[in-house]
């Protein structure tokens, strides 16, 4: 596992820690989303940031696999982990493996990251924790040997994202981005489930 220690520690320096996101003030009544400068390669994607040990990813899961599947033709849907010291690089790292060689099996391995860590305790900054996530997603491979077989591509991927992170000013989860321009949490509408799910939906439409 040495390789994959090297590679952790590559790009951990780089990793923020997991904080709040700050609405500035009077935006409330402007209105109920954040927007940053545009991100170039995201103007038709719809992103959504998760995190294995945040209850209200798992709690919203539902709702964005619906968006997913709903989502117009022209635009792209895509779970996207928060890169953090709480959730470690191991994950990250392991989130993106399954995604790009084991597509098929990325909504199992969320699900198995939310139970895992929330309701089993499991740790997402050891291999240990990755290995027994992965086998209950069933991924067909061992998730630790795929991160390790393909480390400096998915380095390559982790390193992307941590620029991405940080341009669009994603700080908690989850957090939808619209566009690489419009930034939507929960917070924005007080917890209130049905206003979140109007809100995403019409700023989707709003960003057509």
């Known amino acids: ?42 103007e038709e994607t719809v992103r959504v940031f998760f995190s294995p040990s945040c209850p209200f990813s798992r709690m919203y899961f539902q709702f964005f696999k619906n968006l997913e599947a709903t989502l117009p033709q022209d635009k792209t849907f895509a779970f996207t982990p928060l890169v953090n010291k709480a959730d470690g690089i191991q994950f990250a790292l ?11 099996y990325i909504h199992n391995f969320m699900e198995a990251a939310f139970i895992g860590v929330q309701d089993k305790g499991l740790s997402t900054l050891n291999w240990a924790g990755i290995d027994r996530i992965g086998r209950a997603a069933h991924v067909p491979v061992s998730v630790p040997e795929l991160v390790q077989a393909h480390g400096d591509t998915l380095r390559g991927s982790l390193q992307s994202l941590l620029v991405l992170q940080k341009s669009l000013q994603i700080t908690n989860t989850p957090a939808v981005s619209v566009a690489g321009t419009y930034i939507v949490t929960p917070e924005f509408t007080g917890g209130d489930t049905a206003m979140f799910s109007q809100l995403v939906n019409g700023i989707i439409s709003m960003a057509r």
Request: glycine content about 4%; hydrophobic content about 55%; aromatic content about 8%.
């Open 1 to 42: 596992m040495k390789r994959l220690a090297s590679l952790v520690l590559a790009v951990a320096v780089a990793l923020p820690v997991a904080a709040h996101a700050q609405v500035p003030a009077g935006m409330e009544q402007l209105k109920p989303y954040l927007q940053v400068k545009p991100v170039a390669g995201d």
């Open 94 to 104: 392991s989130y993106l493996a399954v995604q790009k060689y084991y597509p098929a």
